[in-house]
């Protein structure tokens, strides 16, 4: 397949989600903006924080609010976008995969971006700025493959959609609060085996220090992360056999 195919075939995927997205024009600002409402609530906590602190280890209410404005725009643009991913373990799980295997692409896009979840736009507005955005997008691309791989997880442990669950809810407490006053070894896990840092604590530095250097580092992991994804799906889905509910139940 040529990269041309496979853009259209991207490009086709996401008309027909977004025309899905939007459906329900009610139901998709209602779930927007219940997510927003939400962010400003998490924003207002920081808000009294500060009224009481005068710094977190040298950040402040401006770095939280650009915190949660990067957090907020990567996350919502991936679900938005690759809603799919949140079903992924599931559909593993439960032997779903078949549907997606019988056509003549590569089954990962089909399967990320099978649904969108509207609440994702209450996420997305709170970026505007153009580096914000783009480190920001390249930051919800970590977060897409890594979420990835966790969802990748029933390949090899039939059971583990709930541990997939788990370690997304984990990702996203770290990665809402300041990743700095961590020590070396956290730190290391937080830039390795759960990319956090490249989720949240690099990209704010790079718009804090106006620095190409972190800004590159984040795409680099973004491209980086999603080789990853691309290869531990394609060696999980060697694995996959459509009858593994039944291995499941053993």
């Not at 690099?202 to 800004?215: F, M």
């Not at 795409?219 to 992360?225: F, I, R, V």
């Amino acid at each position: 397949m040529s990269l041309r195919d496979t853009l259209g075939y991207v490009a086709a995927l996401l008309r027909i989600n977004l025309a899905a997205g939007f459906a329900r024009p009610i139901f998709t600002l209602a779930s927007a903006a219940m997510m927003l409402g939400n962010n400003v609530i998490l924003f207002l906590v920081w808000v009294i924080y500060f009224a009481n602190f005068s710094s977190l280890r040298g950040w402040g209410l401006q770095d939280l609010a650009l915190l949660i404005g990067v957090v907020a725009w990567a996350f919502g643009l991936t679900v938005f976008l690759a809603g799919g991913i949140r079903d992924l373990a599931a559909t593993i799980a439960d032997g779903g995969l078949d549907i997606h295997l019988g056509r003549p692409r590569h089954p990962l896009p089909g399967l990320l971006m099978s649904r969108s979840i509207p609440s994702g736009l209450g996420d997305a507005p709170l970026g505007d700025l153009p580096l914000l955005l783009a480190v920001a997008t390249a930051a919800g691309g970590v977060l897409a493959a890594t979420l990835t791989i966790f969802q990748c997880l029933p390949f090899w442990l039939p059971g583990a959609a709930a541990l997939a669950e788990d370690l997304f809810n984990g990702l996203m407490l770290v990665i809402l609060y300041p990743q700095h006053p961590y020590g070396f070894l956290v730190r290391a896990v937080l830039f390795t085996a759960f990319p956090t840092a490249f989720i949240a604590l690099l990209p704010v530095e790079a718009i804090r220090h106006h620095s190409l250097v972190e800004a590159l580092a984040v795409l680099a992991a973004a491209l980086a992360y999603g080789a990853l994804a691309v290869w531990v799906f394609e060696r999980g889905l060697r694995r996959y056999t459509s009858g593994n509910r039944i291995l499941e139940l053993r």
